[in-house]
């Protein structure tokens, strides 16, 4: 009897490690390392072109030998013959010049009137200021003018005065 029982124990050993072989899982095929490769350099991005652009607008009845305004005012004497726009512009890069219309259109508001209208083909370069201006040698007409300062045909300031 000792010999059936070693007998079933080494069978059901057996067939144990057989049921176990049998249901052992699959093992998929482990993927080759990844090649680490250096990143592709990011694209340079394309220079961006300069641009003109006004900064400021000063009106008054006179300017300097730098075109500046003396003394800015936004009230005018009728005596006053002449009013000037004295327009501050710039450049995106100081280095770059860049070409464009500047231009200047006067208004007598209480009329809807176009008083003067005058534009200048313009090289601009870093800062510089450029001046408009309106001239009536017997005095202007009281009331409440405008003038819009335009850049490639786009209005980009307005300054609003009075004559009284």
């Known amino acids: 009897m000792k010999l059936n029982r070693l007998h079933m124990a080494m069978l059901a050993a057996v067939l ?27 694209p340079t991005p394309a220079p961006m072109a300069a641009t ?9 009845n006179a300017v300097g030998a730098d075109m500046r305004v003396s003394a800015p005012m936004t009230t005018f004497s009728p005596k006053d013959a002449n009013i000037y726009a004295a327009v ?3 450049t995106s890069d100081p280095a770059a010049s860049v070409t464009g219309k500047l231009g200047a259109k006067w208004t007598h ?5 176009t008083v003067h209208e005058e ?38 300031q307005t300054r609003e005065f009075e004559v009284k």
Not at 52 to 60: E, I, P, Q
């Open 52 to 60: 003109a652009m006004v900064n400021s607008v000063d009106l008054g």
């Open 109 to 113: 508001v209480d009329s809807n009137q």
């Open 88 to 90: 501050s512009t710039g």
């Open 16 to 42: 144990g490690s057989a049921a176990l072989v049998g249901c052992k899982k699959k093992e998929e095929p482990v993927p080759p390392p990844a090649v680490e490769t250096a990143p592709a350099p990011a």
């Open 119 to 156: 534009s200048k083909d313009m090289t601009f370069a870093g800062d510089g200021v450029t001046d408009f201006q309106i001239s009536k040698p017997d005095g202007w007409p009281t009331g409440k003018y405008k003038v819009e300062v335009s850049l490639d045909g786009a209005v980009v």
